[in-house]
Each structure stands twice: as structure tokens, then as C-alpha cells.
């Protein structure tokens, strides 16, 4: 993505490289979970787990098996999302999905097999204590689960080819994209054990940039399309509701802009005790990519 | 099944049914959690885990959690097994599948939120030590990931239209639904903290039961009707190796036999320190079942 957060995504990458994902039942499983782990994934919540980590002074390899387990759910979530009875997408990221290579079937038991092996990976951090570890387990759980980002998906899926408010709207994405993100940043907390005060702000901080993300999303599905090759957008083919359906494009961006200045004015209440450029940096970062 | 584990069904359907599965956000998603969930399921799994408890001369609601999430993870693994894309089956335990009654879609995040839940319920259970949660969700990730379940859900598809050896079936078994019945036995031994005798022994006693169920299975899939059932004979149709495929009709309930002998002797290594009445009944129950 960029300079400030390579460092992060390399370090990452070399660690999951090392993650054993073998077994002796000897099946292409692993190889299955292995292609969508590397799928030129973008690291953004791990990346953001280790950096909220550095900010707060704390040895980074302390957070690197959640940031792995926070990834492999992710992963899984696409993998599943991607299927036939889901979105039906043939490619992601440039290259074609699971269920295009593997089939379906693995792609599912792929995805379940990630998911299962994101707990197993926190257990076994040989840096965190028990205490810590059962409270990772259980905040990635409910960020993840029915009370989260599974909550998410089905109020999306519900929510297609209705006229949804902006409430609702909102709702969805702080729940489909914005309980993963909000758990790299309180992740990250628990594991630096940090004050209420911090905790207070860095979860307000990271409920906004996960607005910053999905409102950007939905302006580069439309501005990516539109300008480059005039096709209509892929969510206004599914019917769904966006920000830009409910706001217009020009009050979108007016949007992502007051969120980017709440993010900026809570992470400057912690300027005096912390370094919070990078914190600045990727959220700038997120506001303005392009894709 | 039968007035030996009922009690322990009865306590453990009244606790399950306490469990609460709503959330803030609100969708149809829980309905179809909780169907399956309550979809007639036989509990031999979280009654064993009981059970052992109970002769461990442990509370048993020190298991309770652990149970719940045992059975929500089998609960899990049979709505995904059922979707079209796997097995393709609209009947279970004589009612309509998940996928039947929510759509695949719902179907596929309703089992993806099971697994999780199994993980959320052990965090948040009150009777156990932080390290014991550790442990108990260790174990539990292992049997259900692709070291495990998974794994073998896996070896099973790809088995499939081939003739495989009777080592392959054993291995097959051994992960496919050997996993989880282990675990049921071998997290009450970690709840109860055994000596590592007993926990060898009731490990060893627990892979027996295992092969016992599966080896049932398969006479029952020939020999069964759908009345006590609930499904309609699929291996054949399946192409699928099966005990009575690579040994014979008479030599498989030699096997089975052979596997009730060899469960019972390893019981009676322990029946100077323990009652091991109630372990010896449900083996044979599983071996003489009709469902």
C-alpha cells in the first residue's frame, strides 16, 4: 500500500510464511488455505493491529500470532463470501477465487479450516499469558461471529433490493467491515495493556476508520468503474443501498472527510503520551486509496 | 437414546436452551442457529463429555460450556456437510436441512457463526481457569481444524469413486468423526486434571468409541431404514468405500466386536478407581443403535 505500513506487512508476511499449515491427514486443504492466505492480501488489519502496538511501545512480536489469526478470519470470510451462493465471484484480487481452483467443497472446508485454525494459533503464542489469551479469543470471537462480522453479512444479504436508511446502512458496516477492524485496534490494547482512557479513544478512533473504509469502498466502486470504463457499478447491479445512494457522491465525500477529522481529533487526544503519526498516516491512507 | 445418557441430555438440553443467541444486530441468522441446534440431535457427544466428567467424579457443570461448544461445532459440520455443494441432502434427523429451510447462503454463515460461538462460549465460561480455557480451546481447534474434522471431511471427498484401503478408511474415521468424540473424553479428563494413566487409557478408550460409532454407521447405513434413521442410504449411491464394502457384512461385525472387547478392556484398567458402568453402557449402545 505504502511506505508506512510496508515495514508492517513484511514483517507480517515473513511470520506467516513460518505458520505450520500441515497436517498429517495429508490433503490438499492446506494447500487450498495456503492460496488465499497469499492472495495478494493488502494486510490492512494486521498491519493495523502491529502498528497500534509500536504506537503503544510494545514489542511488536507480541501481537504477531493474533494479527495471523486476525487475518485468517478474514481470509475465510472472503473465501465464503466469494462462493456461488454468496456473491458468485470468479476473481479477487486479481486472481480467481478459491472455489474456482479448489471447487466449492474445499473452498467451503477451506474456509472453515482457517476459521478454526485462527483460534488455535492464539492459543499456542508461546509471548502471550492465559488471561490474555482468553480475552483475544473471546474479542476476536464476538468481532467475528453472530454479534459481528457474520451479524454484518446477513443484514447486508437481508438488506438487497430494499430501500435501507442511513442508520441501517450504517449498521451493516459496522458490523460486516468495521468489528474486524475495530478488534486489530483493541486487540492491540489488550495485548499492551493499555489504560481505560487510551482504550476509550483508540476504540472510538477505530469505529471511525472503519467508516473511513467502507465509505471509501463505495466511492471507488463507483468512481473506479465509472471513470475508467463507464460500467455500471457492481453494488448498484446487486441493488445495493450505499452511502453514495443515500447521500449523493458529493455529500459521500463531504462524509469521509468529517470522519477522517474525528479519527485525526481523537488520536491527537493521545498525542502527548504517543507517537500517532502512523496511526495518522494509515488513515490518511485509507481515505485516499485507490482501491 | 436411551435412559442411561438421558439424564444427561435432559440437563444438558435445558442448559443449551439458557444459552442466549441474539444479538444487537438482529437477523434472521439466530432462527437458524438455534434450528439446527435443536434439530433432534442425538447429544451423544456433549453426553459423553458428561459422563466421563460424572465418573471423574467431577461437577459436571464444569463441562457444561465445553459441551454446548462440542455440540455446536458437530452442529456446524453437519449444515455445511448438508449444503448442495457438499453432500447435498434435504433430510437430517428427519426434518428439513438448514439449507432447505434458510437458504444456502444463510445456511453457510449459520455454521460459520456455530464455530465461532464454540469458541466465545469456552471464553466466557465461569468455572474454569484461564489456563484451563487455553487448553480446552487448544484441543478443540485441533479436533475440529484441519488437523482434525476438517481434515478428514476432507480425505472422505477426495476418496470418493476410488477404491482405498482399509488404512485409509481407518484414517478417514479417525479425523472425519473420531476427532470429536475423543475431544468429548479427553476434555473431561483436562476439566477433571487426571493422572496421565487415566488419560492414556480413556484417550485409547475414546478412539475405540470412535471407530465403534463409525463402523455402526456403516452397518446402519445398508441395514437401517429411514424411519429410525431419518436419511436415506447414501453410501452406495455415494460411491463410497465403506467397513462392509472392503471387509464383508460378517467380518464388519467381527470388527465391531472386536473394537467393544477392546473398549471394555481398557475401562476395566480403571474400574478399581472409578464406576465405569455408565462408560460401558453407552458403548454399547452406540454399537447396538438402530439411529
Redesign the interface.
Known sequence: MNQIINKYVEQFNASLKETE?T????????ES?HYSLFANGKRIRPSLLLMTLSMLNTDIENGMETAKALEMIHT??LI?DD????DNDDFRRGIKTNHKVYG???A??A???L???A??LI??DNKL???D???L??LL??S?????M??????D??SENKDITLDTLR?IHR?KTGALIRFAIIAACTIAKVDSKTFLLLDSFSQQLGLIFQIKDDLLDIEGDFDKTGKIASDETNNKSTYISLLGKANTKIALEQHVNQANYLLEQLQDKYNIEELKAITKLVANREN
Open positions: 499449515l497436517s498429517v491427514v495429508d490433503t490438499q486443504l492446506e488455505m475465510y470470510s465464503h462462493l456461488p451462493a454468496m466449492d467443497a474445499t467451503i472446508l474456509g472453515d479450516a476459521l478454526t485454525k483460534f488455535e492459543t499456542k499469558s492465559a488471561e489469551k482468553v480475552k479469543i473471546r470471537s464476538e467475528a461471529g453472530h454479534h459481528g457474520v451479524g454484518g453479512q446477513v443484514l444479504m437481508n449498521k458490523y
